[in-house]
T-cell receptor, first 114, second 113 residues
Framework: AQKITQTQPGMFVQEKEAVTLDCTYDTSDPSYGLFWYKQPSSGEMIFLIYQGSYDQQNATEGRYSLNFQKARKSANLVISASQLGDSAMYFCAMRFTGGFKTIFGAGTRLFVKA | EAQVTQNPRYLITVTGKKLTVTCSQNMNHEYMSWYRQDPGLGLRQIYYSMNVEVTDKGDVPEGYKVSRKEKRNFPLILESPSPNQTSLYFC????????????FGPGTRLLVL
């Protein structure tokens, strides 16, 4: 069964420190894409980073990087130098190339402490 | 400005009263999708559309209908809403289904009494 698991319902991090948000997935499809989205308290969904299943290198976008371990089926989001504005809900999602289905994890709420 | 718009943003209704949530995108995207967000469950896909007149069920389609008569519009119809459809609804669109991210609308918060 295709599934995304985010095991951390909530996390705290000190401002300026790095934090890792966990995401594991389950699929037998060889071709897929992994996405991370941020949802601040205002409610909008903001795209952060993408990793393709065939990409050899881990994706990076500014302070965001994706630690992709294909054999372990994990796609953890690393936020470096956390800022107060990073306090939000974070969702991991998987999309199947050539198909149209997208599944999301339950999310991790991140709190950044000053 | 490239965007996905949804209307209404907030809606309170009663059980059984038909309603439509509109979704429109101005990016000429072929792919559109509806999700509902519930606490502890993340976002779950309701329906998606690959192009005009082509739609398919997601994971939680029961109680919902969609139509795609024009490329830019993808309305979500609740013909007989029930309290378990109280949720936050998002419409999204994307150019394709590969690495292109989906662009999300602002969300519609629905309360069914």
């Amino acid at each position: 069964a295709q599934k995304i698991t985010q095991t951390q319902p909530g996390m705290f991090v000190q401002e300026k420190e790095a934090v890792t948000l966990d995401c594991t997935y389950d699929t037998s499809d060889p071709s897929y894409g992994l996405f991370w989205y941020k949802q601040p308290s205002s409610g909008e969904m903001i795209f952060l980073i993408y990793q393709g299943s065939y990409d050899q290198q881990n994706a990076t976008e500014g302070r965001y990087s994706l630690n992709f371990q294909k054999a372990r089926k994990s796609a953890n989001l690393v936020i470096s130098a956390s800022q107060l504005g990073d306090s939000a809900m974070y969702f991991c999602a998987m999309r199947f190339t050539g198909g149209f289905k997208t599944i999301f994890g339950a999310g991790t709420r991140l709190f950044v402490k000053a | 400005e490239a965007q996905v718009t949804q209307n209404p943003r907030y809606l309170i209704t009663v059980t059984g009263k038909k309603l439509t949530v509109t979704c429109s995108q101005n990016m000429n995207h072929e792919y559109m999708s509806w999700y509902r967000q519930d606490p502890g469950l993340g976002l779950r896909q309701i329906y998606y559309s690959m192009n005009v007149e082509v739609t398919d069920k997601g994971d939680v389609p029961e109680g919902y209908k969609v139509s795609r008569k024009e490329k830019r519009n993808f309305p979500l119809i609740l013909e007989s809403p029930s309290p378990n459809q109280t949720s936050l609804y998002f419409c999204a669109s994307s150019l394709g289904t590969g690495k292109e991210t989906q662009y999300f609308g602002p969300g519609t918060r629905l309360l069914v009494l």
